[in-house]
T-cell receptor
Framework: DSGVTQTPKHLITATGQRVTLRCSPR?????VYWYQQSLDQGLQFLIH???????AKGNILERFSAQQFPDLHSELNLSSLELGDSALYFC????????????FGEGSRLTVL | DQQVKQNSPSLSVQEGRISILNCDYT??????FLWYKKYPAEGPTFLIS?????DKNEDGRFTVFLNKSAKHLSLHIVPSQPGDSAVYFC????????????FGQGTRLTINP
């Protein structure tokens, strides 16, 4: 158990819809990262928050947005969903921005039909 | 453009033998390299890392080798155990920290008893 909690674990929705994925980092961690893993692909970095502030953006679509709240939990919002958005979405946390050693949640599997 | 490549999608090794997982990268700016292990239905977990000032880092049964001139790193597991069966991801970054971390597609390692 990494200490990072993601909900929901599975989500099935239709094209055009909007969903919110939630992440609770380890209690001591200020950094939250979101990654997308599509079929047979590596993890693609989406966005990084540190103590409530956005610090870096990766290959995140404009239809996607995220935020980190004062209690440090984070939400990833995906809107106008397309079939290609079907993927595993991982949240990871770390105590520092200076380490690549991340603690990952179990992921949220999104299926868009 | 895949900057980090794991060319073997899968690898099968006999229990007790050495497992060698390979990873190639194209970006000469990468300075920091990590390996993650992932079991089904779990998030990736950090395994071992190496910075470019070293060519080898060892942690118990796990050793990572870095050949900067060839832009190649490898993970050696010896002796291999059934519990090592998992998907292994290599990752690379030009800086310490996870903001610019680029992951490979993963290699599925199966240890046969």
């Amino acid at each position: 158990d990494s200490g990072v909690t993601q909900t929901p674990k599975h989500l099935i929705t239709a094209t055009g819809q909007r969903v919110t994925l939630r992440c609770s980092p380890r209690s001591e961690d200020l950094s939250v990262y979101w990654y997308q893993q599509s079929l047979d692909q590596g993890l693609q970095f989406l966005i990084h928050y540190y103590n409530g502030e956005e610090r870096a953006k990766g290959n995140i679509l404009e239809r996607f947005s995220a935020q980190q709240f004062p209690d440090l939990h984070s939400e990833l919002n995906l809107s106008s969903l397309e079939l290609g958005d079907s993927a595993l979405y991982f949240c990871a946390s770390s105590p520092s921005t200076l380490t690549g050693e991340l603690f990952f949640g179990e992921g949220s599997r999104l299926t868009v039909l | 453009d895949q900057q980090v490549k794991q060319n073997s999608p899968s690898l099968s090794v006999q229990e007790g033998r050495i497992s060698i997982l390979n990873c190639d990268y194209t970006n000469s700016m990468f300075d920091y390299f990590l390996w993650y292990k992932k079991y089904p239905a779990e998030g990736p977990t950090f395994l071992i890392s190496i910075s470019s000032i070293k060519d080898k880092n060892e942690d118990g049964r796990f050793t990572v080798f870095l050949n900067k001139s060839a832009k190649h790193l490898s993970l050696h597991i010896v002796p291999s155990q059934p519990g090592d069966s998992a998907v292994y991801f290599c990752a690379a970054s030009p800086v310490q920290g996870a903001q610019k971390l680029v992951f490979g597609q993963g290699t599925r390692l199966t240890i046969n008893p």
